[in-house]
């Protein structure tokens, strides 16, 4: 079992910054990618960014792009989520997600292991 574990969510002004981190342990040797999504109240949960966990090619959501950057920390096990720039409409639990298996990085269905998430709220 993986049980990946995040921290660092809170209260922001709109333009601030927020760094999540996201620390994994069990049977972390096999991971492939790790990833973070959000979910807001009433919506679905939606991707934000994923890192390749040998290679640490990264991907991420166009809302994303630009203002947000993931990195990773093997010797860890930890992924971490710098947050720069932010919105109101960032507003979410932020859930970390990790898998052991190749599939879309994007997709909410590709991923087996999810921590319970860190709430960050920007006010406007």
């Known amino acids: 079992q993986v049980h990946p574990v995040e921290s660092g969510g809170g209260l922001v002004q709109a333009g601030g910054s927020l760094r999540l981190s996201c620390a994994s342990s069990g049977r972390t040797f096999s991971t492939l990618t790790m990833a973070w999504f959000r979910q807001a109240p009433g919506l679905e949960r939606e991707f934000v960014a994923a890192?390749?966990?040998?290679?640490?090619?990264?991907f991420y959501a166009a809302s994303a792009k630009g203002r947000f950057t993931i990195s990773r920390d093997n010797a860890k096990n930890t992924v971490y989520l710098q947050m720069n720039s932010l919105k109101p409409e960032d507003t979410a639990v932020y859930l970390c997600?990790?898998?052991?298996?190749?599939?879309?990085?994007?997709?909410?269905?590709?991923?087996?292991?999810w921590g319970q998430g860190t709430t960050v709220t920007v006010s406007s």
């Open positions: 890192i390749t966990w040998r290679g640490g090619t990264t």
């Open positions: 997600a990790q898998r052991s298996r190749s599939g879309p990085y994007s997709s909410v269905d590709g991923y087996d292991y």
